[in-house]
């Protein structure tokens, strides 16, 4: 049965693909990934773990798998 998940909650098997939260003043920078190409998933904290978590996102993984490409 489908259920439509609030938009901020991590992306998962059924629903893969990229969220990056924004830090404040009181938190931190946040990201999740999980891989509809290929199951991997990851977590980061922080500008710099978030930054790098969507480079490698996005170089590795969600639509790099498209063309050909694994
Ligand atoms: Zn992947």
Redesign the pocket.
């Known amino acids: 049965m489908f259920r439509k998940l609030p938009s901020n909650l991590a992306p998962t098997e059924e629903c893969p693909g990229l969220r990056v939260r924004g830090g404040t003043q009181y938190t931190r920078s946040q990201g999740d990934y999980v891989?509809g190409?290929?199951g991997?998933k990851d977590h980061a904290n922080g500008d710099n773990d978030v930054k790098a978590l969507v480079e490698d996102y996005t170089g590795?993984?969600?639509p790099a798998?498209r063309g050909g490409r694994r």
Do not use: E, S, W
């Open positions: 891989c190409g290929c991997a590795n993984h969600g798998h």
